[in-house]
């Protein structure tokens, strides 16, 4: 099992930054792809970066490439999302995943954390 605690986010003004955490425990942490996916209101949760257990092979959607970074660090049992140029279309919760694989698709993560708020203001 894997238990997920995502911190860092906040309100933050179009063009800034911020850097998400996710903090896990669990034995299985470091052979786990970990996924970051979002979910804005009134929206489907949608994909945003995955990296695969050995931070190896990184993955991103279209609309935050460029600008977003995954890494992890298996040491501290920590993945992280640096947040850059945030626009307003970047609000939502967003939700660290752990599963077997890096995939797009939520479905294929096994374990979720509760989220982080992020707000960008235009």
């Known amino acids: 099992q894997v238990q997920l605690v995502e911190s860092g986010g906040g309100l933050v003004q179009a063009g800034g930054s911020l850097r998400l955490s996710c903090a896990a425990s669990?034995?299985?942490?470091?052979?786990?792809?970990m996924g970051w996916f979002r979910q804005a209101p009134g929206k489907e949760r949608e994909f945003v970066a995955a990296i695969s257990w050995n931070g190896g092979s990184t993955y991103y959607a279209d609309s935050v490439k460029g600008r977003f970074t995954i890494s992890r660090d298996n040491a501290k049992n920590t993945v992280y999302l640096q947040m850059n140029r945030l626009k307003p279309e970047d609000t939502a919760v967003y939700y660290c995943a752990a599963g077997p694989y890096t995939d797009v698709v939520a479905t294929a993560y096994d374990y979720w954390g509760q989220g982080t708020r992020v707000a960008v203001s235009s």
């Open positions: 669990g034995r299985t942490f470091s052979r786990s792809a």
